[in-house]
């Protein structure tokens, strides 16, 4: 298990890399750059100023996440063919820079949502990302839109990039009456169209789950469910088209048994990298972010660790989204020192399976 943390660059994170780099057993970085719009080539001099920077700072970058993948890819529209040679050329030009995984998402026009970005967690006075869907009652997409960006206190969040939500209404009309299974079709010509050059290159598309793990404003979403990905897999035989298992993300739903997932595709060889964290339910569809440790959400960290232990021992995984504790403030879920915390946590739950 390589431990790394995500990292957005040094014109935009509140976290040095030096500091990560003091975090024990870090090893590297889930690199991004945060002001690549979805559609556009990743240069290769950007990336080799972003990775130059990581490995000199003593840090390996053999993860990036996300490449955003472009809406009309998603949407299945005919521009689309035009975005997947873009990615193609990306992937290329990460794999020239030592990236052996990129981690992207198919969620229609959101990635992840929450109803609250720093909710308070009454027991510790620390505050976290909540989400409650009776809170979103009537608030349309562009409302919550709007409060998002507002509650970011002014730094740019993943999957929340203004230029892929400016033309939001067009977007979701775009979605209107899309299947499920249409959805899959559409990611079925994405991955036929890029898998060739991840072989020909060497790089694993590592797919991250919908978060949270069920279908948000009526959108079709294909990636919450053991049978979600089982389908995905079947969607092309390369061992280069896997998952990117985030326990958040999936734990939100109680169905969901994470280390029976993470078994099942671990065997299989279709776990890319993971995200580890912990969740704690607080009722149907409502829950908020905890630390990592085991009995401070519903998650079961040991068995979850054990079970990368067990099956795909080698991958990188990071540590998630982290509460804000000791008055710091930053990016929601991204400041340093919970995600510290959560880091050293796993890696101590690493020691002693090895040493058992
Ligand atoms: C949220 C992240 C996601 C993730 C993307 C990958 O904080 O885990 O935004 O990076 O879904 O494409």
Redesign the pocket.
Known sequence: MKMTF?WFGSRSDSVTLQQIRQIPGMTGV?G?LDYKAAGEIWNEDEIAAYIGEVRAAGLACEVI?????HEDIKAGLPSRDRYIDAYRTTIRNLAKHGVQVI???F?PVF??LRTDLARLIPEDGSNSLYFHERDLGDMGPMEIVRRTAQAAQGFS???WEPERLAELETTLERYRGMTAGQLRHNLRYFLEGIMPVCEECGVTMA???D?PAWPIFGLPRIAHSQADYDALVALHPSRRNTA?L?T??LGSDPANDIPGIVRHFGQMGRVGCM?IRNVKRLGYRHFREASHLSTDGDLDMYAIVKAVYDTCPHIHVRP??GRMIWGETGRP??GLYDRALGAAYLNGLWEAITKS
């Open positions: 995500r889930m991004f996440e996300s490449v955003n993948v981690v992207y998402n969620m990635d992840w969040l993943p999957g797919c991250h789950p978060d990117c985030c958040g993300s995200h998630d989204h879920g991204y």
